[in-house]
């Protein structure tokens, strides 16, 4: 099992970025799938979360109104857009699906900075 983040950097406060996640070896399509952050001396906590079909969204109270997650079943990804950003969202972000003890990936590193 692997999950390969992408499309993280630095950005200005109000700017925009978009997340990709790459998973591999399971079945993607079964499985609810989570974007989680991690800020420098804070736990990973969920940001957004999007059932295995996509019919069912939930986001965090911080980013509600500003990110956006989806999935493609076919290509095995999921992708999470960001608007809006302020200093507050930076931190490494990092997708996971499936099962509790599958490993992380090694996230991406997203910086809100003027």
């Known amino acids: 099992v692997q999950f390969v983040e992408s499309g993280g950097g630095l950005v200005q406060p109000g700017g925009s970025l978009r997340l990709s996640c790459v998973a591999s070896?399971?079945?993607?399509?079964?499985?609810?799938m989570n974007w989680y952050r991690q800020a420098p001396g804070k736990e990973r906590d969920m940001v957004a979360a999007?059932?295995?079909?996509?019919?069912?969204?939930n986001y965090a109270d911080s980013v509600k109104g500003r990110f956006t997650i989806s999935r493609d079943n076919v290509k095995n990804t999921v992708d999470l857009q960001m608007n809006s950003l302020n200093p507050e969202d930076t931190a490494v972000y990092y997708c996971?699906?499936?099962?509790?003890?599958?490993?992380w990936g090694q996230g991406t590193q997203v910086t809100v900075s003027s």
């Open positions: 996971k699906g499936g099962r509790s003890w599958w490993n």
């Open positions: 070896g399971f079945t993607f399509s079964s499985y609810t």
């Open positions: 999007i059932s295995n079909t996509g019919a069912s969204i």
